[in-house]
Every structure is written in C-alpha cells, then in structure tokens.
C-alpha cells in the first residue's frame, strides 16, 4: 500500500506546477505590453487621448456689409434662430426630424441631409434650419425631452433690404458645394459655412467671408461635450462700398417695370457703375434658405428669363446709335468733312436694292445729319471708310469683348469680322450690302448696353474709356489705414483730333436740342446723346435704344437705355433717360460733390468713417 500512495503523491505535484507556470507567463506579457505601452508609445499615446479629449466647434464670422456710394445700406448681418441638432441623438428618435419639419414647413428630406452632413460629430450641435420663428424656437426649448437632440442658438446671417431691384448685383449666398471648396481652395481659402453663390457676393468672396472664430471643448470618450476650454472670436469681413446709387437703381426699374430691357449709368471720368438695371428682375429671397425645386423650375422656365442680366449679357443690334461707331471709323481714316452735304433722296442704293431712310432729308451735312440720324448720310460714310475700318474703330473701342465688369456672366456681343464670317456665315461671302446694314447698326452686328455705355464714356472722355467695375472702395476689418479706393483703369482708348471730338460732341448735343431726342430735354443743361431704333428678327417692333451724356461740358453720367420691341428711340428710350439723369445731377446728388475719382467727397456718407467694431460692420 505504501508504494501506491508514493505514486499518487508524484502525480499530484506535477499538476500544481501547470497552473502558476500559466499565470507566471501571463503576468510577464501582461508586464511587457504595459511597459511598451507605458514607456515606448507614451508620447504616441498621449497625442492622441489629447486629440479625442478635445474638439473645435466652428463659429460663423460675420459676412462684410455692403453699402452703396451714399453709404445706404445693402447687404448686412443679423442675428437669426438656427435650429440644430445632435446627430448621434437624433438617428435614435427618427420622430424628431418629422416633427421639426412639421414646424418650419420644409420637407424631411432636407432635414435628414443636413443631419447625415454633420454626421461626424455626433454629439455636438450641428445647424439643420435658418431662420426659425420665435414661435418654434420657444417650442423647441420648451420640448427638450419630447424633442431629443434638438437645439437652437443665434448667429450673424446674411440678409438683404431690397431683394428686388438688386438681386442681379449683389447675388446671394448659401452653403457650399464642391465646385465652391475647388474655387476657394486655388485660392489658398477654406469657403465659410456660407458663401457667395453669384454677383458681388461672389466675386468678392474672400473679402467679405471674414475669418471663422472657434471653441474648444473638452468631450468624454463618447464624443460628448463636457466643457468649454476656450474661444478664439470670429474676425468680420471687409465693408466693401459700393459706386452703385441705389436711388437710381430703383428710379431705373421702375421706369422699366412691365418691359423687357435695361438701362446702365456710368461715370465716365472713372467707370464707377451707377446703375445696372435689368427687366424683368426677380426677387432673391427664395435663394436665402435654399431654393426649392418648385421655384427654380418656375424661375428657369419664366418666358421672361428674369435671371438673365440683360445689361451686362443681352445683346442687341445697335441701330442708329452705332452711327457713332461710323463717324469714328470715318474720322480715323480721313474721309470726314463736318462741312460736306451728301444728298438723300429717302435711300441708299446698292446695285439693284435701296436700303430705306427715315426721310427723305435732301442735302444734309453731319450735325445735322446725326440730329436726324439719316441712314442715307451715315451709310455713304461707312462705304467710304470701309469694312475694315468699322471693324478696327468696334476693336479699338470694345465691341465684341467683355469689358471686365466685376460681375458673373458678362456677354461679348458680336462684331461680324472676317473669322467671324468664316465660321458661321456659309457661303463665307462679305457683301456690300452687309458694310451698309453695319454702317447703321443693323445686320450681323450685337452689342450689350454695359458696351455701350463704355462707348459714349469714350466720347465724354474724348478719346478714353475705363474699365467699368461696381465697388467704389473696401474697409479693411480689423486694420485702421482708412479704405482702399479702386482706382480707374484705361480700358479703351481711340484717337482722333480736338475739333473732330467737338464736332461730334456738339452733334450729340443738336439729337437732343431739335434732333430725335427732342423729347429728352432738361432745361438748364445741355447734354447730348443718340437715338436706335434697331430691327430685329423675332417681333415687328424694333428695340428703343438711347445713349447720353451729361453734362456736355464737363460730364458726369453717361447713360444707355435699350427697351425690347418698343418702338422708336425717341418715344421710349429717350424719355426714360431724361429721368435718370435729371435725378442723378438735380435731384439728392446735386448736394454731393460727385467729381473726384481719386477721393470721394467727405460729405459721402459711405466714407465718413471706418467701422470700429464687429457691431458697427
């Protein structure tokens, strides 16, 4: 029995040596991976704990202002209720997007996009919905248990005074798309949560977006807010004034209310822009909140298109006030005589067909050949002067390019050359009777009005004009060196002698004083312009053109008016630039000195001070 036991007992101890030996070995991996962690991934480690403790929520800046050259004010920032949402809470109570939606009357669809957006902070306030009443921010507030993940806070929000007679110059903004990140970024800029979608919003993007602020805060290991660290405040954007009077803008649509046309105001010794009125307009609003589908459908298929800016894209024949174009053209090639009579007999004839006249004006000289806008006078000059000088007088003065206005969507316009020709005309044949219908504006030619007004500028100027462009200085936030002005850039330039230039000016001045544009007097100034009344192939009506420039002797405004199938030159156009420069030079304007380029006058409102603080931007 005693040498059994002895065997049991052996057997025994060997099993209680497998147990500390596992628990040995675990403990000394146990020990390393502890020590690695602890000692050679420490610094790894610890880099990222700090990243998951904290994170930075973006803080909108407010946009720039944008006022006009009287300092009235276009586009600002106010407070607006933004709902938000956690996106970790709300995708457990899916219930809480429809109600909400219920509220502000949007689709849910919309909601649940901006949800999955932010979906990468879950547990931080993420913005859904601008602009909520009071009403339903209280329900909000009130509701916290029944609304789960709802929240709602204030920020500084783009919004517009006039959204109408505007919506074509200032644009507007909204949330931005890949297409907006790729622009930004080839400019070195993160876009803001808002950016600017068209107009000056959009070509000014990076003046007006301001610098973002940010607060840290401190989040548990579950992405949820705990505390706030610190904050670094947003920086505003720059003020940027506009040469706009927004007066006459409004006085210009208006005036065009229930037509198809615009009409431009320049002044000439600078290109500021003063007015760019485009008819039918549209009403920007819908594009504040995000447009809906409905509304752009019903937007793009107005017959009207309303989007279009015709003073800058449109284009139209010219008709008789491209005479001036002939006269320069005629001028230039020393083929001019102020003094010489050529007879019309009601015609000009060309082989066996007889281009039409407004009359029959018998002998007639320059002055008053233009005051009546003879087409038999104008296109004998053209004939003389040849093709290819109207083609290099439309080069040298911009027909046929964009002129560079700090605007979205400009239109070239068309100027018949000879490549022209080859590409579009088949057979690839100039005529005679093309150089005829070119002479008077009509035939092959297009142009827009914003080219336009930069030609009769050329003639105010005598020989130059500058690049048109809509903000007149910016306020730098943030720095104290007073505003940046924009100074004027030659953009065209024609030369022809003094007397010419005089001929030609007081030529403008007999259109209006006895001329076509009787009608568009003021007494106690003299000012000058020209008359269109150009033909086109989709309605009976010809389109009403007038060009003008006032003063004569010593300009301040030019204008150009165009009015889609209204008839004559004289009846419509005419008229309506009469108001537009009475109001600008005897109206509110008389009281400001308008003729510095270099430095706006201290009684401009616009310039009295730079802003001093975020509050006053």
Request: hydrophobic share 40%.
């Amino acid at each position: 029995m005693s040498v059994i036991h002895t065997e049991q007992e052996k057997q025994l101890d060997a099993r209680l040596l497998i147990f500390p030996s596992v628990m040995a070995l675990a403990l000394g991996i146990m020990f390393v991976r502890l020590w690695y962690l602890q000692v050679v991934q420490a610094p790894i480690l610890t880099e990222r704990a700090l990243t998951f403790q904290f994170t930075s929520v973006a803080k909108l800046a407010p946009r720039g202002v944008i006022v006009d050259r009287r300092g009235e004010l276009l586009a600002g920032v106010r407070p607006q209720i933004i709902v938000t949402a956690k996106p970790g809470i709300v995708r457990k109570h899916p219930e809480v997007l429809q109600r909400l939606a219920e509220m502000v009357g949007v689709p849910i669809k919309k909601l649940q996009e901006k949800v999955g957006a932010a979906a990468f902070r879950p547990y931080l306030p993420s913005a859904i919905f601008v602009g909520a009443s009071i009403e339903v921010a209280t329900r909000i507030a009130e509701s916290e248990d029944e609304l789960p993940g709802l929240g709602v806070e204030t920020q500084p929000m783009r919004f517009y005074p006039d959204t109408v007679n505007l919506s074509h110059i200032l644009g507007y903004v909204w949330t931005p798309t890949d297409k907006d990140v790729k622009r930004l970024a080839k400019q070195g800029r993160k876009p803001a949560e808002y950016v600017g979608k068209s107009g000056i919003e959009h070509e000014y993007e990076l003046e007006l977006m301001g610098k973002p602020g940010s607060e840290r805060m401190e989040v548990d290991a579950r992405r949820r807010p705990i505390r706030s660290v610190s904050q670094d405040n947003a920086l505003p954007g720059d003020k940027l004034v506009l040469s706009l009077d927004s007066s006459l803008q409004k006085l210009a649509l208006e005036k065009l209310a229930g037509s198809r046309g615009a009409i431009v105001a320049l002044d000439p010794r600078s290109g500021e822009v003063l007015c760019l009125a485009s008819s039918p307009t549209f009403d920007a609003s819908i594009f504040q909140h995000g447009i809906s589908s409905s509304d752009w459908d019903k937007l793009e298929n107005d017959p009207a298109h309303p989007q279009i800016n015709r003073a800058i894209y449109a284009s139209y024949a010219p008709g008789s006030t491209f005479k001036i174009v002939t006269t320069l053209a005629s001028m230039e090639e020393g083929k001019f005589s102020p003094t010489e009579t050529i007879f019309c007999p009601g015609y000009y004839q060309v082989g066996n067909k007889k281009f039409k006249c407004l009359g029959h004006h018998g002998a007639i000289s320059f002055e008053r050949a233009l005051a009546k806008s003879c087409n038999t006078y104008f296109s004998t000059l053209g004939v003389r002067a040849g093709v290819a000088a109207l083609r290099r007088v439309c080069e040298q003065v911009g027909l046929g390019h964009r002129t560079g206005i700090d605007l979205l969507g400009e239109g070239r316009g068309i100027v018949p050359t000879q490549a022209w020709i080859k590409r579009w005309r088949k057979p690839a044949r100039w005529y005679p009777g093309d150089t005829v219908n070119l002479s008077v504006g009509q035939g092959e030619i297009s142009v827009t009005p914003l080219q336009m007004a930069c030609l009769v500028a050329l003639v105010a100027n005598r020989g130059a004009s500058y690049k048109p462009h809509l903000v007149r200085a910016i306020f730098h936030a943030g720095q104290d060196q007073g505003p940046q002005y924009i100074k004027p850039v030659e953009s065209a330039k024609i030369n022809i002698s003094d007397a010419d230039w005089t001929t030609l000016q007081q030529a403008m001045v007999s259109v209006v004083e006895g001329g076509t544009a009787d009608v568009a007097r003021i007494p106690g100034l003299q000012w000058g312009g020209k008359t269109g009344s150009a033909e086109n192939r989709r309605n009976a009506e010809t389109h009403s053109w007038f060009v003008g420039i006032a003063p004569m002797t010593s300009p301040k405004i030019v204008v150009c008016v165009v009015v889609e199938n209204a008839g004559h030159g004289s009846d419509v156009a005419a008229p309506i630039a009469r108001e537009i420069v009475r109001h600008y030079l005897t109206g509110r304007n008389a009281k400001v000195d308008v003729q510095s380029t270099s430095k706006p006058a201290a009684a401009d409102d616009a310039f009295s001070a730079a802003p001093t603080s975020p509050k006053d931007r």
